[in-house]
């Protein structure tokens, strides 16, 4: 199943899925696999990670940031480092703004195929490009969303959370105005007992984590690359259970068009 786009007047959609794991952390990883392999697993699995790197003050270590950096990049995502006073704002930026480049880089892969290995948006006449860009909007409004949030609960997050509750709780409204259907998953690393513990299964609104964050105990490793491999095995679970009921096979979103 995916979303479908003619131009030119003959057009079609139906509803596809884009996949994004966003994690949120203030620090390295210190256990387990490399995340940035990780990432680079996810985005070989059609699953873009987004990383925000939170801040109490101006300095952030400067091998935390090569590394939330190197995660968005292998992952195909974005990344970007904020002050935990703009965790909220920059949560809805971050998860849209990637899910419009997302969107671009199907597009993109599409026309190389129709128009040669050099084609893309960019190089469109200005009114192709303009209707390619409101297709790409469009899609943005009604393609399905899948976001698993992995939230760094390390000993120096402990005073964050909070903050990380509100940015949630409001990801959650701001996309919720969306006509496509969103699901939302939140993990914490590390886990009471282990590496990384599931605090809210797939939900289309995540009101019940305020019930759940004030219980959270933080300190520890940091197992980021875990983490992530976790995400995706939570990801492949849904898939199969969904394949079980809908017998719809993958999901993904891809694009056809006739120009």
């Not at 101006?58 to 950096?69: K, N």
């Not at 971050?94 to 993109?108: E, F, S, Y």
């Not at 019940?208 to 491999?229: D, E, H, Q, Y």
Request: aromatic share 6%.
């Amino acid at each position: 199943m995916g979303v479908y786009y003619f131009f030119g007047g003959d057009e079609r959609m139906r509803k596809g899925t884009l996949r994004q794991i966003l994690l949120i952390t203030d620090g390295c990883s210190n256990h387990g696999e490399d995340p940035i392999a990780m990432a680079a697993l996810a985005k070989e699995q059609g699953i873009t990670v987004n990383v925000i790197g939170v801040l109490d003050q101006d300095i952030i270590d400067e091998q935390g940031l090569r590394e939330i950096e190197g995660i968005a990049q292998s992952g195909g995502g974005i990344s970007q480092v904020v002050y935990a006073k703009q965790l909220s704002q920059t949560v809805q930026m971050v998860t849209r703004k990637a899910m419009t480049q997302t969107l671009q880089g199907v597009i993109n892969r599409e026309l190389k195929q129709i128009l040669g290995s050099q084609a893309s948006i960019e190089q469109l006449p200005p009114e192709k490009r303009g209707e390619v860009m409101e297709v790409v909007e469009e899609l943005g409004e009604t393609v399905n969303l899948q976001v698993l949030i992995l939230v760094d609960t390390s000993g120096s997050m402990k005073t964050k959370l909070q903050t990380v509750k509100e940015a949630l709780l409001d990801l959650s409204i701001s996309l919720n105005a969306r006509l496509g259907n969103n699901e939302f998953s939140v993990f914490v690393f590390p886990g009471k007992k282990g590496e990384v513990d599931r605090i809210l299964d797939w939900t289309p609104k995540m009101e019940s984590i305020s019930s759940v964050f004030p219980k959270l105990t933080s300190g520890g490793i940091t197992p980021t690359g875990p983490a992530i491999r976790e995400a995706l095995q939570q990801f492949q679970k849904r898939r199969s259970l969904k394949s079980l009921f809908t017998h719809d096979g993958d999901d993904d979103v891809y694009i056809e068009q006739s120009m």
